[in-house]
C-alpha cells in the first residue's frame, strides 16, 4: 500500500512539474505570490492578534460561546429525554406483548 501510494504521489509531483513548466507561472510570478500570502497571512495574524487583546471582542466570544455551550447541552439533554421514552415505550409495548 506504501508503495502505491509512493508511486501515486511521485506520478502527481511530475504530472504537476510537466503542467507548470509547459504552461505554469515563471519563477518570478511564484515568489510574488507567495510574498502576497505571506503579507496577507501577516494581516490576518495581526488582526487576530488585536481581537484576542480588545477586551470587548472577548467578552463577546466568552457570550458566544456559553450560548453555543448552552444550546449543546439542551440538545444533548432533550435527546436523552427522548431515548429515555423511545426505551420506556419499547419497553411497555414487549411488556404488553407477553
Do not use: C, H
Not at 515563471?26 to 495581526?46: M, N
Not at 466570544?61 to 455551550?69: G, H, Q, T, V
Not at 440538545?75 to 423511545?86: F, M, Y
Amino acid at each position: 500500500m506504501t508503495d502505491d501510494f509512493g508511486g501515486l504521489g511521485n506520478q502527481l509531483k511530475d504530472t504537476y512539474r510537466k503542467v507548470a513548466r509547459d504552461r505554469g507561472p515563471s519563477d518570478d510570478e511564484i515568489k510574488q505570490a507567495f510574498s502576497t500570502l505571506a503579507g496577507a497571512w501577516d494581516q490576518v495574524a495581526e488582526s487576530v492578534s488585536t481581537v484576542l487583546t480588545d477586551p470587548d471582542i472577548r467578552d463577546q466570544l466568552k457570550e458566544a460561546a456559553s450560548s453555543f455551550a448552552t444550546a449543546l447541552g439542551t440538545t444533548i439533554t432533550e435527546l436523552g429525554s427522548e431515548l429515555k421514552r423511545a426505551t420506556t415505550r419499547a419497553a411497555s409495548q414487549v411488556d404488553e406483548e407477553e
